[in-house]
């Protein structure tokens, strides 16, 4: 009998010890905008300036390598991931880039949920199309 309870006491003390990692099923949001800046094809005129509606906004859990959720951001630039647990995040939206390669860079902002029940704000993600 004495056995049971030290097992008991010992799966106690492990469950309650678990910390979450940052991902879905908590209960922090954090939201913000995409800001798109319109250049012409040589990339040295600003044609125009708008909040981006259905721009791709990318969420990162933690120090993963790649993507763990994605939305379009609405009529307005606005996007939210709802949901979350304390801990790492980036947040990050693709912009045009005449020097690299690929013609694309990531734009990223670090955030981190510190505890429950936070909004978290993010400055504007400003891209270049």
């Known amino acids: 009998m004495k056995g049971i309870k030290i097992i008991l006491i010992v799966i106690s003390m492990s469950v309650l010890s678990c910390k979450k990692e940052a991902g879905v099923g ?25 909040y981006g509606p259905e721009e791709k906004v990318y969420l990162v859990y933690g120090n993963h390598s790649v993507y ?11 996007y939210q991931f709802s949901y979350l647990f304390p801990g790492d995040y980036r947040i990050y939206a693709y912009s045009r ?5 690929s013609g694309v860079e990531a734009i990223i902002q ?10 978290i704000e993010v400055p504007d993600i400003i891209i270049k199309k």
Do not use: A, P
């Not at 763990?68 to 606005?78: H, S």
């Not at 670090?110 to 909004?119: A, D, K, W």
């Open 26 to 50: 908590g209960t922090s949001t954090i939201t913000g905008k995409v800001y798109v800046k319109n250049y012409n094809v040589n990339g040295n005129i600003l044609q125009s300036e708008y």
């Open 68 to 78: 763990d959720d994605w939305m379009r951001t609405g009529y307005d630039g606005t």
């Open 97 to 101: 880039c005449d020097t690299c390669q």
């Open 110 to 119: 670090q955030i981190t949920i510190s505890s429950n029940h936070q909004l």
